[in-house]
């Protein structure tokens, strides 16, 4: 067992400044969350795509993949493939890290669709080697996902320019990514349908 005692003095005698990092790593987990949706609202605006107005629950997705505010499929943001988001064991504990790809954390755009898994997965499985040369892969649990993970750098220097849409390249190039597999999705979904 590793002797923690002289990390567990040291956290100890600086609570008061470790509590107060902390709440300003949410605080900026928060700052850099809105501008990761603001980044998917204006991106699906300017290609005409459909999107969410729920800044808690940001999607966006091509117009012929919703019908009467009813999604088929669409794209979103979240944790990596093997992030439950509990913060346990090699996972991050402030979500910050994951919007950075630090301590383990990754940023992700999944690919979601509303077919259940039975009849989604092996279609999946069949289909992932044509969709990694898109930039796509796919999870145990079968979803489609690629990494958006920001540059940690990036983030700080535009923070410190008060400028943090510089930093959302990443996300950008993602969505940029799922538009250009558009039409391999759209024949998943419909050969989905066949089953």
């Given at each position: 067992?590793?002797?923690?005692?002289?990390?567990?003095?040291?956290?100890?005698?600086?609570?008061?400044?470790?509590?107060?990092?902390?709440?300003?790593?949410?605080?900026?987990?928060?700052?850099?969350?809105?501008?990761?949706?603001?980044?998917?609202?204006?991106?699906?605006?300017?290609?005409?795509?459909?999107?969410?107005?729920?800044?808690?629950?940001?999607?966006?997705?091509?117009?012929?993949?919703?019908?009467?505010?009813?999604?088929?499929?669409?794209?979103?943001?979240?944790?990596?493939?093997?992030?439950?988001?509990?913060?346990?064991?090699?996972?991050?504990?402030?979500?910050?890290?994951r919007y950075v790809g630090v301590a383990g954390g990754q940023l992700c755009l999944w690919f979601g669709q509303k077919t259940g898994a039975r009849k989604w997965k092996p279609l999946a499985r069949e289909h992932a080697q044509i969709m990694v040369t898109h930039g796509f892969h796919l999870s145990d649990a079968g979803?489609?996902?690629?990494?958006?993970?920001?540059?940690?750098?990036?983030?700080?220097?535009?923070?410190?320019?008060?400028?943090?849409?510089?930093?959302?390249?990443?996300?950008?190039?993602?969505?940029?990514?799922?538009?250009?597999?558009?039409?391999?999705?759209?024949?998943?979904?419909?050969?989905?349908?066949?089953?």
């Amino acid at each position: 067992m590793t002797d923690t005692s002289e990390l567990d003095k040291l956290i100890v005698e600086n609570l008061l400044d470790l509590d107060q990092a902390a709440k300003r790593v949410d605080a900026l987990g928060d700052q850099i969350w809105k501008q990761i949706y603001e980044t998917f609202e204006n991106w699906a605006m300017g290609r005409g795509w459909r999107g969410s107005s729920d800044e808690d629950d940001p999607w966006v997705a091509p117009k012929n993949w919703v019908a009467d505010k009813e999604r088929e499929a669409w794209f979103y943001p979240d944790n990596g493939p093997d992030d439950t988001g509990e913060g346990v064991g090699q996972e991050p504990y402030h979500a910050l890290s994951r919007y950075v790809g630090v301590a383990g954390g990754q940023l992700c755009l999944w690919f979601g669709q509303k077919t259940g898994a039975r009849k989604w997965k092996p279609l999946a499985r069949e289909h992932a080697q044509i969709m990694v040369t898109h930039g796509f892969h796919l999870s145990d649990a079968g979803n489609f996902y690629t990494v958006c993970s920001l540059d940690a750098r990036t983030v700080a220097a535009a923070l410190a320019d008060q400028q943090l849409e510089t930093a959302m390249a990443p996300i950008e190039a993602a969505l940029q990514r799922a538009a250009n597999a558009e039409a391999e999705f759209t024949k998943l979904l419909a050969k989905v349908k066949l089953i």
